[in-house]
Structures are given as C-alpha cells and as structure tokens.
C-alpha cells in the first residue's frame, strides 16, 4: 500500500513542472494539450504536423509534451496537465485506482512480441522458471509488469519468487549492460537496442501471455467539450497508424535522429508492432479488468476498480 502511496506521490512531483509549464485553462483558447512518448504514432503525427491543419477550421491549437513512459502521462493526465495521450495495458489501471478522470476512447490491437523478459547473451538461464530468486529491472506500473507477472505464474512462479528491481528504461539497461540484474523486462524500442546493441537474448516475449494493447485516452472533461477535436485526432492518428504500416523503412529512416537509435533497429521494433486503430469494445475493457483484478490480489492496488467506469459511452 505504501508503494503505491509512494509511486503516486513521486508521479504528481515528476510532472508538477509540466502543469506549470503548461499553464492552459479550459477558458482560454482552444487547444488540444497532447501527451506522448518518444516513441510511436503520436510522435509521427506530432512530426507530419497534420493534426494541426485538421484542428484549424475547427478553431483548435495542438500543444505537445514528451512522457518517459505511460505512468507520469497519465498522471498529467490525472491533474490536468494534458487532454490526450497514450499508454499501455498496465498504466490506466494503476491511474484509474487513483481517481484519474481518463476515458478509453480506442486501441492497437494486440502486439505480444514488442515487449520481453530480456537476458544478458551470456546468461545461463534457460528458461523463466530459472529467474526464482534472481533480480529482474522493469518499470513498476507500465505494460511489461503484468508481462512479468503472468510469464511467472505460467512457469509455476509466484510475483515473491522473484526481486523486482523497479527503473526506468535507461537505468535499467545500465543495470543490465553491467550485470548488476539478472532480466530485464523492457518493451520496444528498448528491446530491439538491447537485443542489437548488448546481444540480449529473449527468455520469452508476451505471446500466449498478454495482448500488449496500446490505448488512447482522453480525460473525460475535455471529451465532454470537445467530442469533435477528440474524434478528428483519432481520425488523424488512423492516416499515420495506416501510412506507417506501409511504409515501415521510411518511418525507420524518419524516426532514426529523434530516438537516437540506427533505421535498421527501429524497423525491427516497428515490424513488431500492430496497425489498425480500433474504437474501445467490451471484450477489451473485460481483459482490462482482468489485469486490474491480477493487481489487487498481489496487493499492488489499494482497492479495486470496475474499468469499464472509464469506457468511452456512445453518444460521447
């Protein structure tokens, strides 16, 4: 419990720069505050500069901030700092435990190989079963906990097998590079540079143990007032998610000196994603709800929460 007390608390911290930095009211000019990651869609549609144009006749400015992951995204979320983001499975049900105001307006569908419990290449472990008593760096809250948690259980392992060393991406693969944790449990574009950069070996990826859905979300105020900018930056996202698909070396190419990392690995990443943004569905919302309970019987949440509190209703 205290954990979670604790993870929140340095969430609203790490991003009360941002609220101020921000600084835009619901009361003044219209704009749509767009939260991303350096990685992704939204980071293509940030650079093609085509939401812009489609806002403009309907009187919206577009405002971009740069997230490390999904959890302090969505808590600028929580406190207003953003309208619009995206996060993975994992990162809503910890933020909807805490009251944030999101709603699941659409999804990827599923990419189990873009995240994986990674091994240094000289490893001896063979299999998952053989990380019980080992320390394994992932990012606490994001998509690759609950990989965690359900590669375990498959192998017969409980969440207290094992010594969860929680850090970011960066300092987790500084953690890995120098053996200082046995796996790392990490999504892509982290995993295809560890995997190019160290030789990593994957130990094993999400297929046949989790979707890796990816969400958009918006809070719910801003979808009240401005259903319309929320459905033509959808609509934005579906061209780039589509021209992405099909042109997976440009996209490498393009996003190459922004990430830093060579076309040849961010191509390896982008193959491993999925393409088809899709509009929230029950059936999604029902393997949310399924994560969340897996949560609360570890006693990673504080209390339980009925996701589909948050589901985008028709009509909205």
Do not use: C
């Not at 009211?25 to 489609?54: A, H, I, M, N, P």
């Amino acid at each position: 419990m205290r954990s979670f007390e604790r993870l929140m608390t340095a969430a609203i911290l790490s991003i009360s720069v941002v609220v101020a930095s921000v600084g835009v009211s619901y009361g003044q000019d219209k704009v749509v505050r767009v939260g991303y990651q350096k990685y992704g869609k939204l980071v293509l549609l940030k650079g093609k500069g085509t939401l812009e144009e489609k806002l403009k006749p309907l009187g919206y400015k577009v405002t971009w901030t740069e997230f490390p992951s999904g959890p302090p995204l969505l808590e600028a979320l929580n406190v207003g700092a953003i309208d619009f983001g995206i996060a993975g499975e994992t990162p809503p049900i910890f933020a909807q435990t805490a009251g944030a105001p999101l709603v699941y307006l659409a999804y990827d569908p599923p990419a189990p190989q873009g995240e994986a419990i990674l091994i240094p290449k000289d490893s001896k472990l063979k299999s998952v079963a053989d990380l019980k008593g080992k320390k394994v760096a992932l990012n606490k809250g994001s998509n690759v906990h609950y990989l965690l948690v359900r590669a375990l259980e498959k192998a017969g392992l409980k969440y207290t097998d094992i010594e969860p060393v929680f850090l970011a991406p960066s300092d987790a693969l500084a953690a890995f590079s120098r053996g200082a944790v046995d796996a790392w449990v990490i999504w892509d574009p982290y995993e295809a540079a560890a995997e190019a950069s160290t030789g990593a070996r994957i130990l094993a990826d999400g297929t046949d143990l989790v979707s890796n859905y990816q969400f958009y979300f918006s809070s719910k105020k801003f979808l009240e007032h401005n259903a319309k900018a929320v459905d033509v930056t959808l609509d934005a996202l579906t061209e780039v998610d589509a021209w992405t698909r099909n042109n997976i070396q440009d996209v490498a190419e393009l996003l190459s000196p922004s990430i830093g990392l060579p076309p040849s690995v961010l191509a390896v990443s982008l193959k491993r994603e999925s393409y088809g943004i899709k509009p929230i569905s029950d059936d999604v919302i029902a393997s949310q709800q399924k994560i969340a309970d897996t949560f609360l019987a570890l006693g990673l949440l504080p209390k339980s929460i009925k996701v589909s509190d948050a589901q985008r209703k028709p009509g909205s």
